[in-house]
């Protein structure tokens, strides 16, 4: 007899929130989110903005709907988050060539070097989050929660 199956496992009266998959990820989450909140304030800087200045490290120029989604920044808020990056001198924004109705958003020097900063501080955090893990579980952590994000139809 066949054991059942995790995609047809449905919730039931023997529910148990500490095996709850989601409940472990929100978690997980939390405890990384506080660290990281922590940690980044005493830089100067946001857990929002340290997402913002990743997502320009890999895609310097991106819009600011772009932005939004790789940073995972509501856009209301995102503007006046931008606002205050600009103001003090981590991004610089520029209306896209071509369109001018797209603003790009660009990595300032002054953004450049508080990422390389915030970098090692990220490093730190992140290492202590997977300590103990290998590196074929982390693989395999990744790979799991991208098909996770892929079932729900929030693949990047």
């Not at 059942?4 to 449905?10: G, V």
């Not at 790789?70 to 808020?77: D, E, G, I, Y």
């Not at 953004?111 to 090692?120: F, I, K, S, T």
């Amino acid at each position: 007899m066949a054991g059942k199956s995790p995609a047809n496992e449905r919730l039931s009266a023997d529910f148990r929130l500490e095996e709850y998959v989601f409940y472990l990820v929100a978690h997980v989450d939390h405890q990384y989110a506080s660290g990281m909140s922590h940690t980044l304030a005493r830089n100067g800087i946001s857990r929002p903005m340290w997402r913002c200045l990743a997502s320009l490290a890999e895609r310097n120029g991106a819009s600011i709907g772009e932005l939004g989604r790789m940073s995972l920044v509501k856009q209301s808020t995102l503007s006046r988050l931008l606002d205050r990056m600009e103001e003090t001198g981590l991004i610089r924004r520029r209306p896209r060539r071509g369109d001018e109705r797209i603003t790009e958003i660009y990595l300032a020097p002054a953004g450049r070097e508080m990422l390389a900063r915030v970098l090692g501080i990220a490093g730190e955090v992140y290492a202590r989050a997977v300590a103990g893990l290998s590196a074929r579980e982390l693989r395999e952590l990744r790979r799991l929660l991208k098909r996770m994000l892929d079932n729900l139809g929030g693949g990047p």
